[in-house]
C-alpha cells in the first residue's frame, strides 16, 4: 500500500506561481508512474501532468502547456508541480497519483492505483 501525501496549495495572485509536492510511502517510488490531477468545483476531475518512472514528462494538459512542469526526485520519494503564471481557472483541488502502468486509459479515466488526499489551490484575480 503506498501513501501519498500532498502538499503545497494555498491562495495566490493572478500571475504568481505555486510549488506542490506529493510524498509517497513507498520505497519502490521510482516504479511509479507519477501524475497530477485536479478538480474544479462543478467540474470532473481532469489530468493535468504525468511523468515517467525516471522523470520524463509524457502528458501535459493544452491549458497548463508553457506554465506547469512536473518533475521527480526518487531518491526523495517525491514528485512536484511547479505552477506559474496562475489563472483563476487554475483554481482546483490538486491531486497527485500513482500508478504501475502508463497506460493511458487508466490515467484519463482516473484509475490509478493511488492517490494523495488533495491540496486546495485557489487564484485570485
Known amino acids: 500500500q503506498v501513501q501519498l501525501v500532498d502538499s503545497g496549495g494555498g491562495l495566490v495572485q493572478a500571475g504568481g506561481s505555486l510549488r506542490l509536492s506529493c510524498v509517497a510511502s513507498?520505497?519502490?517510488?521510482?516504479?511509479?508512474?507519477m501524475g497530477w490531477f485536479r478538480q474544479a468545483p462543478g467540474k470532473e476531475r481532469e489530468l493535468v501532468v504525468r511523468t515517467t518512472w525516471s522523470g520524463g514528462m509524457t502528458y501535459l494538459g493544452d491549458s497548463v502547456k508553457g506554465r506547469f512542469t512536473i518533475s521527480r526526485d526518487n531518491a526523495k520519494n517525491t514528485v512536484y508541480l511547479q505552477m506559474n503564471n496562475l489563472k483563476p481557472e487554475d483554481t482546483a483541488v490538486y491531486y497527485c497519483?500513482?500508478?504501475?502502468?502508463?497506460?493511458?486509459?487508466?490515467?484519463?479515466?482516473?484509475?490509478?492505483?493511488?492517490w494523495g488526499q488533495g491540496t486546495q489551490v485557489t487564484v485570485s484575480s
Open positions: 497519483a500513482a500508478d504501475r502502468s502508463m497506460a493511458n486509459p487508466r490515467w484519463f479515466r482516473g484509475e490509478c492505483e493511488y
Open positions: 513507498e520505497g519502490t517510488f521510482s516504479r511509479y508512474v
